[in-house]
Structure formats: structure tokens, C-alpha cells
């Protein structure tokens, strides 16, 4: 065998050409992971701020629709002067019962509220300003104590002038009474004063002076 014999070049056949390809299809995706990770999230990124608006829409507040019939109503709550839910019972009785009263008021919230609103027109007037000190105060358990279970107003009325006199009683206490000898009906002297000692010696001195003869 001749070495000094030059070597004849391979011819490359399809195949060759083909496994070729394949391996400069295989280098060219040969990227690094987390560069192709990080492209992809801002693309992802990209995407959802391109579709959010720059500034947020202003929130319209959209009232709800008022029916002919609450509108109705409550003008006719204002001519009557009782909060809308009392305008069909004061329409029928011309009142809210007072047992109606005290029940919102023991029920508290928006109840409460509009039942001592009536529960104002209808208390004695002179009951307004321990109503107000009740409600400042929260001593909401005096307040329903006034209510007497019977078909008289007047019952619960007189509860209400008792609860208001003894508070007023709190506030400035009442002076003693005079008794039956401040009074000037001579009754009971015996509980007056006696006099002085310097007024009884002016008296013995006086009579004294008057039984001398000169």
C-alpha cells in the first residue's frame, strides 16, 4: 500500500448534509434558561400594563330610584310630622301608641331615633328636658320603666311627670318646708325658735321697768 498516495476527499451525501442542519439547529437554541425565563415574564409584564389605563376611571355614585310610592309617602310623613315609618298606624289611630313607642326604643338603632322624635310631641312638655338628659346619657332602662301596660295614656304620662320631678330633684334639691309656725297659722308653736337670751333679758327689763313706781 502506497502511503505517499494522496487521500481522496469524501463526498458528503444527503445524510451528512442533513445531520449538518440539525446540528446548527441544536447550537442556535442552545440559550441560557433564565434569560428566555426572564424575556417571557416581561413580555407577560409588558402586555398587562399596555392594557391597564393610565389613571382610574372616577367612581360615579348612582342613587337608586325613588317609586312614586315612597315618594308619596314621605311627603306625606312631612305634613303629618312622624318619621316614614309611623305614617300609615298615625294615618289609622292619629298616633303612634306608646307601646309602640318604648318597643323601638328598647330595639335601639334607626328605631330608637324616630321613635323618641314622636315620642317628643307626645310626652308631657315638661318631661323634654329629662327626654334630652336620657338620650345624652344612655339611661335608656329609667326611661322604659315609665311605661304602664293599660288603655290610659295618662298612666304612662304620670310616670313620665315622676321619672322628670325626681331628676329635677338630683339637680337642686328642694329647700326644707316651712313649717306650721314660719306659715303664721299659729299651729305648732311649740316647734318655734325660742328666743334669745339677750331678747328675754330686754323683755324682764322692760317689764321690770314698767311695774317700778317713780
Not at 502506497?2 to 446548527?24: E, Q
Not at 309617602?73 to 298615625?90: D, F, S
Request: hydrophobic share 40%; net charge positive; aromatic share 6%.
Amino acid at each position: 500500500m502506497n502511503l505517499n498516495m494522496p487521500s481522496r476527499k469524501k463526498r458528503r451525501t444527503c445524510y451528512d448534509r442533513l445531520r449538518a442542519r440539525m446540528i446548527a439547529a441544536r447550537r442556535a437554541r442552545r440559550v441560557d434558561p433564565a434569560a428566555s425565563a426572564a424575556a417571557q415574564l416581561l413580555a407577560i409584564f409588558t402586555a398587562m400594563v399596555g392594557q391597564m389605563p393610565l389613571t382610574p376611571a372616577p367612581f360615579r355614585y348612582a342613587a337608586p330610584s325613588v317609586s312614586p310610592a315612597w315618594a308619596e309617602r314621605k311627603q306625606l310623613a312631612q305634613r303629618l310630622g312622624v318619621p316614614v315609618r309611623y305614617v300609615e298606624i298615625t294615618m289609622a289611630r292619629g298616633e303612634v301608641p306608646y307601646s309602640v313607642l318604648f318597643h323601638h326604643i328598647r330595639d335601639g338603632g334607626v328605631l330608637r331615633r324616630d321613635a323618641m322624635r314622636v315620642l317628643r310631641t307626645r310626652a308631657p312638655e315638661a318631661s323634654i328636658d329629662w327626654l334630652d338628659h336620657v338620650e345624652v346619657t344612655g339611661r335608656w332602662s329609667d326611661l322604659l320603666l315609665c311605661f304602664v301596660r293599660s288603655e290610659y295614656d295618662e298612666d304612662t304620662d304620670i310616670k313620665l311627670l315622676q321619672s322628670t320631678i325626681a331628676w329635677l330633684d338630683t339637680l337642686s334639691p328642694r329647700a326644707d318646708i316651712a313649717g306650721p309656725a314660719e306659715t303664721g297659722t299659729g299651729i305648732g308653736s311649740g316647734l318655734a325658735p325660742s328666743p334669745t337670751s339677750k331678747d328675754s333679758d330686754t323683755t324682764n327689763d322692760e317689764g321690770g321697768s314698767k311695774g317700778r313706781r317713780p
